[in-house]
């Protein structure tokens, strides 16, 4: 099984910036969490602040053959349209994931253009969002 972890703009700068929203971890504490967990699941971790580059990433699907995503597009869940067709283009399954509760920010955060052709929503819970979404979708190839 091979899942693409796609974090986009201003993912980046994790560890460094509102720490009180999005904690002390970097985008590093991420790989090295999700790859310890031992799972039988070839994992690609990218993160880009252009729209071209996550664009091109997704479309890489028809080569790439990812069996699942796991996305968290920062800002660009809220206003980006061509990232929701890129998805759409090439039917990569999903799940959303936010690392604040974007539900208890401001109100723009409240939409997003990914969730109704999402798998699930995951919110609020910090890296573990990562980690139960891949422990879901691990659990839909077993059949459980």
Do not use: C, P, Q, T
């Given at each position: 099984m091979k899942?693409?972890?796609l974090n986009g703009v201003n993912l980046n700068m994790l560890g460094k910036r509102e720490t009180e929203l999005y904690g002390s971890e970097t985008?590093?504490?991420l790989e090295t969490r999700l790859t310890s967990l031992n799972k039988d699941v070839?994992?690609?971790f990218f993160q880009s602040n252009s729209e071209e580059d996550i664009i091109n990433k997704i479309?890489?699907?028809k080569e790439e053959k990812y069996d699942f995503g796991i996305f968290n597009f920062g800002a660009h869940t809220h206003t980006n349209i061509a990232?929701?067709?890129a998805i759409l283009s090439v039917k990569l399954p999903f799940y959303e994931v936010h690392i604040s509760n974007v539900y208890a920010r401001e109100e723009f955060r409240h939409v997003s253009f990914f969730s109704d052709?999402?798998?699930g929503s995951i919110v609020g819970?910090?890296?573990d969002g990562?980690?139960?979404a891949l422990l879901k979708i691990l659990r839909n190839k077993n059949g459980s």
């Open positions: 899942v693409l972890v985008l590093n504490d070839d994992l690609e479309h890489s699907h990232i929701r067709d052709i999402a798998e819970f910090g890296f990562y980690e139960f």
